[in-house]
């Protein structure tokens, strides 16, 4: 079975600094995919960021970027100048192609500091 | 484009009745799937649905059901509801599937009383 760890149930950073979320996760698949999700108050969840297991390139998007460990199944988020925009809560996740369960992380609930 | 809409939004059922929502997916997205989101086991996956086949099914009861039709729009169905099915159920549409961007909507709020 599936399972993806957040280690760190809150966090803060101050706005326009840098903050690591962490995430690692267990899989027999060999083909599989890793995404970030970010759920605002109240807002819906939207997509922050995607990386293809297969590829060894950590993926980037703007201030988002990932550090993906194959061998040691760590898939840590990286946000760069943080916003007041950023807080959120943020979810990994772990899923794959036809047959393979799409499995949430606990969640890291961020809060970004003025 | 309009996003994924869920209907309703708040619902509030008795124990032992059963309950429908609703979820119009993205135009021209075929995968619909559906998460169970509280407080206490976060967000677990129910079940995804692409052109109108069940293909992926997470570790709920039976008495957790959807289905979808030929244009794409999705339901869920929860029969003989208990006090533990109170949750926000979200649902997801993408184009091909959950390896790929899925779109959430902003979800039914169910409570069992």
């Known amino acids: 079975a599936q399972t993806v760890t957040q280690s760190q149930p809150e966090m803060s950073v101050q706005e326009a600094e840098t903050v690591t979320l962490s995430c690692t996760y267990d899989t027999s698949e060999s083909d599989y995919y890793l995404f970030w999700y970010k759920q605002p108050p109240s807002r819906q969840m939207i997509l922050v960021i995607r990386?293809?297991?297969?590829?060894?390139q950590n993926a980037t998007e703007n201030r988002f970027s990932v550090n993906f460990q194959k061998a040691a199944k760590s898939f840590s988020l990286k946000i760069s100048d943080s916003q007041l925009g950023d807080a959120a809560m943020y979810f990994c996740?772990?899923?794959?192609?036809?047959?393979?369960?799409?499995?949430f992380g606990p969640g890291t609930r961020l809060s970004v500091l003025p | 484009k309009a996003g994924v809409t869920q209907t309703p939004r708040y619902l509030i059922k008795t124990r032992g009745q059963q309950v429908t929502l609703s979820c119009s997916p993205i135009?021209?997205?075929?995968?619909v799937s559906w998460y169970q989101q509280t407080p206490g086991q976060g967000l677990q996956f129910l079940f995804e649905?692409?052109?109108?086949?069940?293909?992926n099914k997470g570790n709920f009861p039976g008495r957790f059901s959807g289905r979808q039709f030929s244009n794409s729009r999705s339901e869920m169905n929860v029969s003989t509801l208990e006090l533990g099915d109170s949750a926000l159920y979200l649902c997801?549409?993408?184009?091909?599937?959950?390896?790929?961007?899925?779109?959430f909507g902003p979800g039914t709020r169910l409570t069992v009383t």
């Open positions: 997801a549409s993408s184009l091909v599937g959950t390896d790929h961007e899925q779109y």
């Open positions: 649905y692409f052109s109108e086949t069940q293909r």
């Open positions: 996740a772990s899923g794959g192609n036809y047959g393979q369960n799409f499995v």
């Open positions: 990386q293809e297991a297969y590829k060894q």
């Open positions: 135009s021209g997205h075929r995968s």
